[in-house]
């Protein structure tokens, strides 16, 4: 079944572009509209919520995490994102002007159910983002989205993200549309660049000798650090787990604007630092924070749009993605980290597709 990949992780990496095409065009009509089936969300419902809770846990967290961002940018309502632990015992805000998401790949996740529940009891109307046809989640909800990322049996969460990401656009755009906060043109410009991702993501697949020759000398690190600013910020943290589940390293991820305030302190000689540089508008501010910890010997692996080449002149290696929008760069920046993850932890002779102590569905609190 792995079709000649050593690993499910590694075949799941590479059927990512099929995973975003499929999520993404089943959406769209001829015109490129975007069509919902499974969403009823009018005009006057989208109207009346003040206010979204997107409630994950784990991956489908961090894609929840982006998909704040894409909400907040193109359909104008402030949203929350929280672990789905967290949600139900902080008394959260919610009732029947609230929107709650839930994102889960299995959509047997307890605690995202039971934090849906808790939703559904005070009033919120929800809407979900699975995989699993016919899972928990997804019968419990108002609205349902199918991601199309195939069945996924690797433990640690790749293709579930990526399209996890589509689906968050999609909804932010279908938002944005209906209450009019985009424009047709601005709506066109996103929309072309979406459909340019599949082949995208695959030119990032292709240059996976690169990332795989970096993991072979970088494999024996104590401790790894990740950090961006925006919407990178989002992916370091995905980025992280993605190393510590399947390679046993530590490692976290924070915004590198806050490396000043306490973090810095643990940079020494040879840290592996995974600088996220691809904003445009926080690209000068990424570069200083990498002279930051370059300064204090830190060895940097830099992510950069084609192009950015400034880059070059801090980092001691520089993994580049392709220009897009810098609201699009998570669905190609995300791959880099997951083939660095991948191959590090087979260079440690890691059972990649089985970490210890992991279940692929969570359906204990
Ligand atoms: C990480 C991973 C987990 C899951 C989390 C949620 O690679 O796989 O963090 O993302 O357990 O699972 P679902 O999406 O099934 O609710």
């Not at 990401?165 to 909804?171: D, I, N, P, T």
């Amino acid at each position: 079944e792995k079709e000649g990949y050593e690993h499910f992780m590694i075949k799941e990496i590479h059927e990512q572009p099929k995973g975003v095409s499929e999520t993404l065009l089943r959406r769209l009509d001829k015109e490129d509209h975007i069509v919902l089936d499974g969403i009823k969300l009018t005009k006057e419902d989208l109207d009346k919520i003040n206010k979204i809770y997107i409630v994950a846990c784990g991956t489908a967290y961090h894609a929840g995490l982006v998909g704040r961002y894409a909400i907040e940018k193109f359909a104008k309502i402030p949203v929350e994102v929280d672990v789905a632990s967290e949600f139900r015992y902080r008394d959260p805000f919610v009732d029947e002007n609230t929107l709650f998401i839930a994102i889960s790949q299995s959509g047997e996740t307890l605690d995202t159910l039971a934090a849906l529940r808790e939703a559904k009891r005070k009033g919120a109307r929800i809407l979900s983002i699975v995989n699993v046809v016919g899972s928990s989640v997804a019968r419990e909800s108002d609205d349902v989205f199918y991601t199309w990322a195939g069945p996924e049996i690797a433990v640690a969460s790749t293709k579930a993200y990526t399209t996890q990401l589509v689906a968050m656009y999609l909804v932010a755009l279908h938002m944005a549309m209906t209450k009019g906060t985009l424009s047709q043109e601005e709506y066109k410009k996103i929309m072309a660049e979406l459909k340019s991702m599949p082949e995208k993501v695959q030119r990032v697949l292709n240059n996976c000798d690169t990332i795989q020759h970096l993991a072979d000398h970088q494999f024996n690190n104590e401790s790894v650090f990740y950090m961006g600013r925006g919407v990178d910020v989002n992916v370091a943290h995905e980025g992280s787990l993605k190393l510590k589940e399947i390679s046993y390293i530590n490692s976290f991820a924070i915004a590198a604007g806050e490396l000043k305030h306490g973090t810095i302190a643990l940079i020494e000689d040879g840290t592996l630092v995974v600088a996220l540089a691809t904003q445009d508008k926080l690209y000068d501010k990424m570069l200083s924070n990498i002279q930051e910890v370059r300064a204090r010997g830190a060895y940097v692996v830099g992510v950069a749009k084609e192009g950015n080449k400034e880059i070059e002149k801090t980092a001691d290696v520089v993994l580049y993605i392709p220009d897009t929008m810098d609201e699009l760069t998570p669905i190609l920046s995300v791959i880099p980290l997951q083939l660095l993850a991948y191959y590090i932890a087979v260079a440690r002779g890691c059972d990649v597709d089985k970490p210890k102590n992991l279940a692929k569905s969570v359906t204990v609190e």
